[in-house]
């Protein structure tokens, strides 16, 4: 009590900033050189280390200068005692062992019984994370001895939480469960706050792998409050991240982003490197799958040095692994194969035998992208030895996958059908669609070799079931990643179907063309009509329950492969009971999507396998209105014009030459941003030259098609390199395609039938327009006065007053919204794109979080219209984020444009738009009076309408009139 007396010691020496200040306090202060103080200062210690770690780690230094003062050697074990408890939540294992181990050795000359026991429970969690299970288990027993010999409650209740985490690491969670739970009962009646902490976060740990999502969010979230109530930062930062991290499991992608940002940020705070490091290293996998790959290895690269200087041999190797996927990703093979080999020799030294042996199988799959058969088969020939003896029945497959590609690249045919078949045995009831996709697909590619076109069609057919499986159990953006290498299969079918071309054979083709075209896009569409549609509705529940089944397999997929790698002898039942859950569920959702069908139009698109069907397309195309879609297959162009009652599918030719004259042609638009001496010189021969490639691009892409295009209205819906085109201003030496048709465009045909069911606030007159000008866009504020004078009830924000939130207050309520500032595309992360607003800037998906009902959306300004064109031919930019969020068409430019020319063009098209209310038209007809005034394809060209622009009431007067 003397010691408390002396004020606020604790305070002042925590707040030092160095070593050498905190030693200087103690040598002045000799009052402070009793036993007492010491057991204070291991008390702060303790408190401090789940607030701010640096500061902890501070005081347990001066905890043993403390001890040298005093000279005795209680303070001395008291001292090493706190250096062991705050190494070991630095992530410093090892160390923390030997600090503990040296307080015991003290103790034990002291013969001071009750603190051995204390430093044995102590300890045991940092051995369970070093993996030394039977050290922990008996220093547990000689624990809970000695705490039962002395009646201590609390420390029982405390060596039953680290015992759970011993059953927890051996995968015996109703076990550890039990226990967790016991011990939180007891620490409600004697423990402190942190002891309550701590046994709410085990506790949902527990849930997680019990696949009970709810509760484990539920506990999560009670442990935050929880330790926000008591000040406890360090353990606030590490609930953000686990409910982060349960997010992602889920597949929310976007609310595990925010929440990784803010854990990150209160790690950082707070001192704890594991903890951002973590985050980090869970987003750089989120980024793989999003196909954000410069990103992931930003994140990889930063993990990696805080698991390096923290000396975590295993998360040290998963950022390595992480970056070495991003470099293969991003072309860079050799450095990845540098990276993957550092990390294999990591998982040899923790004796993790099956992520060595996976890493041979990465191993082998780089070496075969590189061309090196030799290695590739060594390598893969390695690790299948490992798995075909182990339990991991789908690694073992996806070596002779590997093999049966490398014998079909060397022409051993026969041998490569085996190791094909092999691998599909193995994958019976295994429950891994991607996997099973990856098979069958390649044994098409084997009967397709053997010239057994029949059989190569069924395995190509049951590889795109396989697909359809797989699309409804990821989430919609996690898609974008793992379709560039699956596509290939809608490629072949459509090949195949035309190859015998009837029409039943064409109407195949152009299904398989809308399951390879936009699909993530049209399933993020079809869930915001969902959400927003069901909402109220008797079918609301119906709708909840699929959602959550959805998220739900998502999740025990990647609990499945996580299980997998892991592998311990504790997995395996583990397994068994996920992939029997996940058959439960996929049949419940396949028995929910009926049932929701007769509630609502937009549900039948949960499963998100399905595609707008043909009726439905037909449905949204109005009378004169016909739909012109392309698509690249296997070096080919097919066109496939669809109207109300009728349909067409016909190759076009080699995509290659067509390919070459839109380089061409894109060579010459990119003059347009020379100087004006330049333009001014030549810019009749450049004129020339864009309106021959444009000639020739006709002649490949409308001519053949040209006699089935009687309409007055044309959507076109590009493929590849084409969305890039102006289809608009083909030319066929006397008038572009725009002098013909009011031509608007759509992703794909299902995203285009969705759009026109986006529900607009037609019963709303008001519009809003947002400009902020700036140097370079000097013509906004007059663009903004001219775009407002002819929109009903326009609210005008300009300049500071456009701030984000004004956007979202006014743009909810909006049938038309037109953004006039600049933005900034991305060709890195084209999701992270973004445009400039007063206060902030925003991106793909802060779009994702606005709830429009607009008619019409202009997107008006360098930067804000491009997009990039990834893999399932889904488009990447601000149009995507657009269309999510409930509008029903967007305006925006294929390319950046003159602002004078622009402004102008707004001014044309919404005085059109005032006598029109058909927005094709309107910009039809702009676009020809523009022309006069400008007559490069640069200046008038560009600009486009994506979605449904067509009155929703000529769409219904033409299904009246055609039914």
Known sequence: MAVLAQGNWLDQIAALPTDATRYDFLRRRRWLHNFAAAEQLYDEIVRLSRIDLDRASGLARAAQTLAKHIDDDAARALGMRARGHVLHLSGRHAEAIRAYERAISIYRRLSRELDIGRTYNGALHTLIYLGRYGTATSWAKKARKIFQKYGDRLRLARLDLNLGNIHYRQDRFENALQLYERAYRQFQRLGEPQDIAIALRNIAVCHISLN??????SVYIQARSHCERHDMRVLVAEADYNIAYLHYLRGEYTVAMQMYEAARQRSEQVGDTYHRALCDLDESELYLELNLNEDAERLAQRALASFESLAMRYETAKALIFLAIAQVHRGQTKQALIVVRRARRLFNLEKNHVWSALLDLYQAMILYWSGNDIESRRFCRMALTFFAQSKLRTKAALCELLLAQLDLRSGDLTRSKQACLSALRRLRKAETPVIDYQAWFVLGQIQEALQDQVAATGSYKKAHEKLRTLR????????????????KVYEKLVRLSLARPTATRQLAAFSYIEHAKSRSLADLISFRSLTSVG???????????????RQELNWIYRRIDLEGIQATKYSWEHIRSLQHRARILTKKLEGIVPRLRT???????????????????????????????????????YAAVLGRASFQLLPLGPAAEIHQEFLLLDFQLSKFRLEESYLHTFAELVRAASEDHLQTLYRALIMPVRHLLQCRRLIIVPHGFLHRLPFHALFDGARYLIDDYSVSYAPSASVYYLCSKTKTGRSVVKSTVIGVPDPRAPHIGEEVSAVAAHLP?????MGPEATVD??????????????????????DNPM????????????????????????????????????????????????????????????LTLWDVNDQSTADFMKLFYAKMAVTNDKSDALRQAVQELRQRYPDVYHWAPFVLIGNSIPQSQVRSGARSSQ
Do not use: M, P, W
Request: hydrophobic content about 40%; some cysteine; glycine content about 6%.
């Open 212 to 217: 009970q999502f709810a509760r484990a969010l």
């Open 472 to 487: 409804s159990q990821v989430h919609a953006e996690a898609k974008i990643s793992f379709q560039e290498d699956k596509l």
């Open 535 to 549: 909402s109220g509705r008797k079918s609301n529940n119906t709708l909840q329950d699929a959602v959550n089944l």
């Open 599 to 637: 509630h609502d139009e937009h549900a039948g698109h949960l499963h998100a396998a399905d595609i707008a069907s043909l009726e439905e397309i037909r449905s949204a195309i109005a009378e004169d209105t016909l739909l012109l879609e392309y698509y690249i297959a296997d070096g080919n162009v």
């Open 793 to 797: 009830k326009a609210s005008v924000f």
């Open 806 to 827: 004004q956007l979202r207050k006014a743009a909810k309520d909006s049938r038309f919204l037109h953004i006039a500032t600049h933005g900034e595309f991305r060709t």
């Open 832 to 891: 992270f794109s973004s445009i400039r607003l007063a206060d902030s800037f925003l991106s793909v998906y802060d779009f994702y979080d606005f709830h429009l009902r607009a008619e019409l959306v202009t997107l008006s300004g360098c930067g804000t219209g491009l997009s990039v064109v990834t893999s399932g031919d889904e488009l990447l930019g601000l149009v995507r984020g657009l269309l999510y969020s409930g509008t029903r068409a967007v305006l």
